[in-house]
T-cell receptor
Framework: DAGVIQSPRHEVTEMGQEVTLRCKPI?????LFWYRQTMMRGLELLIY????????DSGMPEDRFSAKMPNASFSTLKIQPSEPRDSAVYFC??????????FGPGTRLTVL | DQQVKQNSPSLSVQEGRISILNCDYT??????FLWYKKYPAEGPTFLIS?????DKNEDGRFTVFLNKSAKHLSLHIVPSQPGDSAVYFC??????????FGTGTRLTVIP
C-alpha cells in the first residue's frame, strides 16, 4: 500500500481565498483524522471520521473550516475564507480499529 | 488546554549516550500512550506505545516508562544514534481512537 496520500504537499494562497486539502487514507482503514501542526500547540485534532461519518469535530477552529468524507477512499478539508493564522502543516491520518494511526506527509499551507 | 505536555522543546545528546524525553499528562482517563517520531517534511511515524496497565515497554533501543501516580511518561533511547535526530511527539488516548498530542521535543544527536 502507498500509505496515506495527501495533496497538495505545499499550498500558498492569499487571504480570503478558498483552500481545499485532500487525503486518501490507507485502504481498509475505517477511521480518518485531520490534524493541524503549529509550533505553539503541536498536533491538534481537528476532526475525525469513522466509516465516513464525522464523529467529533470539536477541534475545528471556526465555521470557516469544513471537512467531508464522501467515500472510504477520499476526504477533504476546506478553509473558506482563509486567513494568515491558518498557516500551518495539516496532516491526515488513518487507522483500522484501535491500532496505531498512520500519518500522511502533510500539506504545508501558507496564507499571505 | 493541553492535556499532554512536553515541556522541553529541544534536547541535544552525544552519540552513544542515553536520550530521555519526558511527557506529562493531566487526564487520568488516558489508558494508552504512544510516542511518534517525525522527520522534516514527513508525517509522524509510530515508534512505541504502552498501556496504562503496564509501567514499562521495551523495543530494541527504545523503552517507554509510565508513572501513573505522577501522570508522567518518558522515552529512553540508548544508545542514541545520529539517525534518531527528529521531533518526538508524545500522545495519549482514552478508550476512543482520537489522540491527544504534546507539542513535541526536537532531539539532536551529535556525532
Amino acid at each position: 500500500d502507498a500509505g496515506v496520500i495527501q495533496s497538495p504537499r505545499h499550498e500558498v494562497t492569499e487571504m480570503g481565498q478558498e483552500v481545499t486539502l485532500r487525503c486518501k487514507p490507507i485502504s481498509g482503514h475505517d477511521y480518518l483524522f485531520w490534524y493541524r501542526q503549529t509550533m505553539m500547540r503541536g498536533l491538534e485534532l481537528l476532526i475525525y471520521f469513522n466509516n465516513n461519518v464525522p464523529i467529533d469535530d470539536s477541534g475545528m477552529p471556526e465555521d470557516r473550516f469544513s471537512a467531508k468524507m464522501p467515500n472510504a477512499s477520499f476526504s477533504t478539508l476546506k478553509i473558506q475564507p482563509s486567513e494568515p493564522r491558518d498557516s500551518a502543516v495539516y496532516f491526515c491520518a488513518s487507522v483500522s480499529g484501535a491500532d496505531e494511526q498512520f500519518f500522511g506527509p502533510g500539506t504545508r499551507l501558507t496564507v499571505l | 488546554d493541553q492535556q499532554v505536555k512536553q515541556n522541553s522543546p529541544s534536547l541535544s545528546v552525544q552519540e552513544g549516550r542515553i536520550s530521555i524525553l519526558n511527557c506529562d499528562y493531566t487526564n487520568s482517563m488516558f489508558d494508552y500512550f504512544l510516542w511518534y517520531k517525525k522527520y522534516p517534511a514527513e508525517g509522524p511515524t509510530f515508534l512505541i506505545s504502552i498501556s496504562s496497565i503496564k509501567d514499562k515497554n521495551e523495543d530494541g533501543r527504545f523503552t517507554v516508562f509510565l508513572n501513573k501516580s505522577a501522570k508522567h511518561l518518558s522515552l529512553h533511547i540508548v544508545p542514541s544514534q545520529p539517525g534518531d535526530s527528529a521531533v518526538y511527539f508524545c500522545a495519549a488516548r482514552t478508550g476512543a481512537n482520537n489522540l491527544f498530542f504534546g507539542t513535541g521535543t526536537r532531539l539532536t544527536v551529535i556525532p
